[in-house]
Each structure stands twice: as structure tokens, then as C-alpha cells.
């Protein structure tokens, strides 16, 4: 397999993870506003997903890769690299809530956060197709694709769904129709394939980075969640009985369970 052909079938996945965040617009073609204890429910599990797979999933992988001083530098950096690109869109309120009126700095900076969001998920894409053309995967499509690599892309395409919630919400409320929402959601995505291309290359011609790599995605991720995702659950779920914490634990639960089964399913078939 030629490097040309490597990069194309990762941009393609890196792409179809963007492409998810239109999904998030879904909910408002039936309904005008997602009830709160389902938003709740959303943000769980999202951020169980998350947490899974960079523990589990970018961690194992980066242990196996190398020392544990290595994964440690790479995770420090990773979330060094999402706290400075919060700090570019500083002041921004990460938590998706019902307004009734939005002005167009709110609109500029909800894709803006996003889009800056986008890009360490891009980069773990990347890095999952490491063993790509040589270790045993799974076959999609008729190629055969490393089994973190579609852990990872499936993960990253269910998370990006509440990611383009988030985009739809103040855009719905300051009057953009349903279309044009989609199209900005996706565009918000548009930094994860090349991000995944950017990665992928740099992990598979250089060498000894790829437990920083790894360790870089799985930070990267973990900070996503713990800063960003949760804060978000709870501030989605502040109106509900118990503030909603039922609602987001459940979530949570069952998108980190899920996503425990995914890792034994997939090393399984890997082992075949």
C-alpha cells in the first residue's frame, strides 16, 4: 500500500467523523428544542464514550509503544494543546442551554470553539491508524483497517453528535434555518481529517513518537471530557430534578460500559 493511498483512506475516515457533526442538527428537523433530560442523557454519553477510549483505548496503545515517561509527556502536552486553544476563544460558555436570543458573536464563537475542539479528535484518528498495512485489523469496505482505527473513528463520530448539538442550539435560536446549521456543524468538523492526514503522517516517518503521540491524543481527549464535557452534562441538566446527575451518570455509564465491550470485541477479532 502506497503512502498516497494510506493518506486518502485516513482522510476518508477523518472525514466521515466530520461529517457526524451534522447529525447533531437531526433532532431540530422533528422537533423545535430537545428536552432537557435527553440533552442531559446525550452530554453522559459522550463523555463516557470519551473517557473510554482515552484510557483504554489511546493509553493501552501508547504503553505498548513505549515508556511510561513518553506517554506522560505526550498526555501533558495534549491537554497543554486543548487548555491554549480554550484560551483563544476564552469567555465562551462551553455548555449548550436554550436561548431566546443570540447576537452574531455568540454564533461566531459557538463554531469557533468547536472548530478548535475538532482538531486533538482529528489528530487521535491519525494516530490510530499507526498499524495501518501491517498489523492484523478489521475489514471495512474491503480494506483492512487497524482495530483501534475504528474504535477510534466510531468513537469520534458518536461524540461528535452532541458536539453539533451544541453548534445547533444558538444557531436554531438566533433564526438560521435547519440546512444552513448542518452545513456550519460539518464545517466545524472539517479540521479532523486533515488533522487525522497531518498525524498520520508524522507518527508513521518518524521514530520513537509514537507513545508521545498516542499519549499526546489520549490527554487531549481525557481534557475534552473532564473540562468540557461534563461542566457541559451539568450545566445542561441544572433545571432538572437532582440537577440531573441520574440522567448523566446513566449516560455515562453506558457509554463507557459500551465502549469497554467495543475495546474485548475488537482485540478479539484482532487476535483472530
Do not use: C
Request: hydrophobic letters at 55%; glycine letters at 12%; zero cysteines.
Amino acid at each position: 500500500m502506497t503512502l498516497a493511498t494510506e493518506l486518502s483512506i485516513v482522510f476518508i475516515v477523518g472525514l466521515v467523523t466530520a461529517l457526524a457533526t451534522g447529525l447533531g442538527v437531526a433532532p431540530f428537523f422533528v422537533v423545535r428544542q430537545l428536552a432537557d433530560r435527553w440533552l442531559v442523557v446525550l452530554w453522559g454519553l459522550a463523555l463516557g464514550i470519551l473517557l473510554s477510549a482515552s484510557l483504554f483505548g489511546l493509553v493501552g496503545e501508547a504503553l505498548t509503544e513505549g515508556a511510561v515517561s513518553h506517554v506522560l509527556i505526550g498526555a501533558i502536552v495534549g491537554v497543554a494543546f486543548v487548555y491554549l486553544s480554550d484560551r483563544v476563544v476564552s469567555g465562551y460558555e462551553f455548555a449548550p442551554h436554550s436561548v431566546s436570543a443570540v447576537d452574531p458573536r455568540t454564533v461566531v464563537l459557538t463554531v469557533a470553539v468547536m472548530t478548535i475542539h475538532s482538531i486533538p479528535e482529528g489528530i487521535a484518528v491519525g494516530v490510530s491508524f499507526v498499524d495501518l498495512g501491517s498489523d492484523p485489523g478489521v475489514t471495512v469496505a474491503g480494506v483492512e483497517l487497524p482495530a483501534l482505527a475504528v474504535f477510534v473513528g466510531i468513537t469520534i463520530s458518536v461524540l461528535n453528535v452532541p458536539e453539533g448539538l451544541a453548534i445547533a442550539i444558538p444557531l436554531i435560536a438566533y433564526g438560521m434555518s435547519r440546512w444552513k446549521v448542518v452545513g456550519w456543524a460539518v464545517f466545524s468538523g472539517l479540521p479532523q481529517p486533515v488533522g487525522a492526514v497531518a498525524a498520520y503522517y508524522f507518527v508513521s516517518t518518524l521514530e520513537g513518537v509514537l507513545a508521545v503521540s498516542f499519549g499526546f491524543a489520549a490527554g487531549a481527549l481525557f481534557y475534552l471530557a473532564v473540562v468540557e464535557f461534563l461542566p457541559a452534562g451539568l450545566e445542561a441538566g441544572r433545571s432538572l430534578p437532582r440537577r440531573g446527575h441520574p440522567e448523566l451518570l446513566s449516560g455515562t455509564a453506558v457509554g463507557f460500559i459500551a465502549t469497554l465491550l467495543i475495546v474485548a470485541a475488537i482485540e478479539g477479532i484482532g487476535t483472530v
